[in-house]
């Protein structure tokens, strides 16, 4: 309570003066500001020598100049005829801009606790804006803060609300940084930022210059600048001073290890971290020679650089020494100073940084490491095949690369989410690093590709044998929590010199074999030969314009029309996506919809074909057709976001079509693995009031169940079973057992691909409900589709 009873004094001395003389009251007040900004200037410069605290001498040099601008603030004061200003614009820019300068020193300033700063630099940046800003204000450059007899301008009130927004912000990074504080000077920091939030926010409230709010604004300040002095000043001098006092001894206070040696490196005064550092009382080292106790014991004195600096009297910085014998780093500083005696001394300080230096190897390792897997990364495994082909070339040998990708390794993510395929991706990823030597290397490339490295062959095919061992270690099942997997993976292989004579064009060609061997079947490898990059390049230019493809409006949807089969007319569409690309011309969705569903495009083009397809539901609406419903496909990367319903509602809302307008069609595939999430998808579709489609009936597995286990509302029944429904007698009795079935658990029959008359006939004699294909109409846009449903009914006549 002692500390506080100074401020709590000087407080009321300065509201009663303010009672009799508000000029006298802000200019104390203002004054005592200033005072404490060049005091902690004074103790940063003075300190920073032996201390080389960055943090303090940047707070420091800011709050100097601060200091400057606040004279500047209380000399151009209303009243005060110093300096010859009119009104009260220029002190109350002169204020706003200190407070801007201020707040963003304290939202800067934990960033030098790691980043070192010069000193000079500092001074000249601030002194130079400083001088800046004196220049701008007193040549009345700067927007009006204040009106005579209308009070503070917008620009003034918006300013002081952008400066507690940054002092709230500077609270923020200096309590992540608090660590690295002193417990009670982050509080006292804290409480002074506060007080200066609560300053600004007085500030914006009053009409004139020598009102209550000023006086309640100043008061804080007072508080804040007092707060500064005990949270800096006093930890830097008062503090270290007492403890100076206790101990006896001048250095006690410095936290690192710190001795004063004389020319011949003889120690002439310890501190109590360097006794603790060699081990030893003080005694027992003076007049001993430095180098037997703080610098590492296999260097010789005549090779140590701290030595050689200690008898040439050079000052040294943040040398680094490694000490083998703990393993820790040390940083040694050389400060040369004259004692009383006229002996030339040196003070010698020693900080611990091997923190510092296990965190610069761990950001290594993390440059050059999967997080992951710990294996080599794709940076390093560039690296590291560069050095092998280098080392083939100078011996003449061969270096083969391997493309390893797992086999639809998507869909243990999508079925058991990312963190289990983590495990298994660790798991492979050590099986992949038993099959080769040590002197191979085993990267994880990206996602579930691998890469593999193998140096020194006398010829290529002589990779086949760690082939051999990667397919026969893959024929086993992996474990995972009790669960078992049998993971297959496909192995592109380029060589050097055969296939290639540098990193880039090696890895292009393992890649275009890779995806060969993907494309015949999978779970085999294949060695590169010419003709795979054409193929590969035709499929990556495919899909670098079907990124282009959405921005500049390749893709467009057309309908189908669908068919009541009892009266003609249209009850709906099937909406279809269309590629027109400039370099290709139209694209089949047989080519670029796999590929969209690939490369992962598929999430964003669906997306957009919903919402395609909602305007083209309000343009029909538009037209009188409100009846007009649109299926439309459904891929599975979209079911399995988590907020696919949600993001569905949103889209309906936003082009006002109401639930029932719109039809999702699933297909068989996307059911096979009976993942829950699916289900309750479908689920909250259908209570949002979508109706539900499954596509392709017949062509999958289990069909039945998927109807007990789903809420579907119609089944579509496979062109490939209406082609030759008419000739057929096992396709007939098919489709005839499909309509049968949906009938008993009231579902729609839908048939698609009808081209012909008797397929119609056949289709509506066993009680089918709708029909879909050529026979009435091609896939159409959505301007001819309306002028289609305009024209009326179908003839439905043979």
């Known amino acids: ?56 001498m940047y707070l420091g040099i800011g709050y100097l100049w601060i200091g400057v601008l606040d004279l500047m603030h209380t000399l151009s004061y209303t009243g005060m005829g110093v300096l010859a200003l009119e009104g009260g614009n220029a002190s109350i820019q002169f204020w706003i801009v200190t407070r801007y300068l201020e707040a963003i020193l304290l939202l800067t300033a934990p960033l030098f606790f790691s980043y070192r700063i010069s000193k000079r630099a500092l001074q000249l940046v601030f002194g130079g804006g400083s001088v800046i800003v004196m220049y701008l204000v007193l040549q009345e450059h700067l927007p009006a803060m204040f009106i005579e007899g209308v009070g503070l301008t917008p620009t003034k009130i918006v300013s002081e609300y952008l400066i507690v927004g940054l002092l709230l912000a500077a609270i923020i990074v200096i309590t992540h940084y608090r660590r690295l504080l002193n417990r009670h000077i982050y509080r006292l920091m804290v409480a002074s930022i506060v007080c200066t939030v609560a300053a600004e926010l007085s500030f914006t409230l009053y009409m004139d210059l020598f009102s209550l709010p000023i006086l309640v604004g100043h008061i804080f300040k007072f508080l804040s600048y007092w707060l500064i002095f005990l949270a800096v000043v006093r930890t830097s001098l008062s503090e270290p001073y007492q403890i100076l006092t206790r101990a006896s001894s001048t250095y006690d206070a410095v936290p690192d290890p710190a001795i004063v040696v004389d020319s011949n490196a003889r120690i002439i005064q310890v501190n109590k971290a360097a006794e603790k550092a060699a081990g030893l009382p003080r005694q027992e080292m003076l007049e001993q020679d430095c180098h037997e106790f703080f610098h590492p014991r296999r260097m010789q004195k005549d090779e140590c650089v ?55 190897a761990e950001l290594v390792h993390s440059a050059y490491y999967d997080p992951l897997t710990d294996f080599p990364n794709r940076m390093l495994a560039i690296d590291r095949l560069e050095q092998a082909i280098n080392h083939s070339r100078r011996f003449n040998m061969h270096t083969a690369v391997l493309f390893v990708d797992l086999d639809n390794f998507k869909d243990i993510n999508d079925t058991l989410g990312h963190k289990f395929g983590d495990r298994v991706l660790i798991r492979m990823a050590h099986n992949l690093e038993s099959c080769v030597r040590k002197s191979d290397t085993v990267a994880r490339w990206g996602g579930d590709e691998f890469l593999i490295i193998i140096p020194g062959l006398v010829q290529l095919t002589d990779v086949e044998r760690t082939v051999s061992k990667i397919f026969s270690r893959l024929a086993k099942p992996v474990y995972v929590e009790e669960r078992e997997f049998l993971i297959t993976a496909s192995i592109g292989i380029a060589g050097y010199p055969d296939d290639g004579m540098n990193v880039d064009t090696m890895l292009s060609n393992a890649d275009a074999a890779m995806y060969l061997a993907k494309q015949t079947g999978k779970n085999t490898y294949r060695f590169y030969t010419e003709g795979m990059n054409e193929r590969a390049a035709e499929r990556l ?36 996506m269309r590629w027109e690309s400039p370099e290709m011309g139209a694209v089949s969705p047989a080519q670029f919809i796999p590929l969209a569903e690939e490369s992962g495009q598929i999430v964003e083009i669906g997306d957009w074909a919903i919402h395609q397809v909602c305007r083209d539901l309000r343009t029909m609406s538009d037209h009188g057709f409100d009846d007009a419903r649109v299926a439309i496909n459904i891929s599975s990367r979209q079911i399995r976001n988590q907020d696919f319903a949600r993001h569905l509602g949103n889209i309906l809302r936003e082009h006002a079509v109401e639930p029932d307008r719109l039809k999702i069609e699933i297909t068989e595939s996307l059911l096979l693995e009976e993942d829950s999430h699916t289900v309750e998808v479908l689920g909250e579709l259908r209570e949002m009031g979508i109706s539900l489609s499954l596509d392709d009936f017949g062509t999958g597995y289990s069909s ?30 098919l489709c005839q057992a499909i309509i049968a079935m949906a009938e008993s ?41 309306i002028t289609l449903i305009e024209r009326g009914p179908f003839s439905l006549s043979a």
């Open 704 to 733: 039945l169940s998927y109807l007990k286990r789903f809420p579907f509302t119609e089944i579509k029944i496979d062109r490939s079973f209406i082609r030759d429904v008419e000739s057929d007698h096992g396709d007939k009795q």
């Open 541 to 576: 230019a495919m899909e670098y314009r079907l990124r282009r493809a959405l921005s500049n409006d390749e893709l467009y949807m057309v309908y189908q029309p669908k068919v009541d089969i009892q009266n003609g007319y249209i009850n709906g569409a099937e909406a279809l």
């Open 1 to 56: 309570m002692q500390g506080w009873l100074v401020p709590v004094l000087l407080i009321a001395v300065l509201v009663i003066v303010s009672r009799y003389n508000f000029l006298l009251f802000h200019t104390l007040a203002e004054l005592f500001a200033v005072m404490v900004a060049i005091v902690l200037a004074m103790v940063a410069w003075y300190t920073y020598g032996f201390s080389r605290n960055h943090f303090l």
């Open 745 to 785: 658990l009231k579902l729609k029959v839908v048939g698609e691909g009808v081209e012909r008359p008797g397929q119609l006939e056949f289709l509506r004699t066993y009680g089918a409900h709708s029909v879909q294909g050529f026979l009435f109409s091609k896939p159409i846009r959505i301007e001819a589709f």
């Open 306 to 360: 701290v030595c050689h600096n200690i008898d040439t009297g050079t000052p040294l910085e943040n040398f680094e020494i490694y000490y083998p014998e703990s393993g820790e780093y040390r940083e040694v500083t050389l400060t040369p100073f004259d004692d009383q005696s006229e002996t030339r001394a040196m003070v010698h300080v020693m900080h611990n940084i091997t923190r510092k230096k296990q965190a610069e």
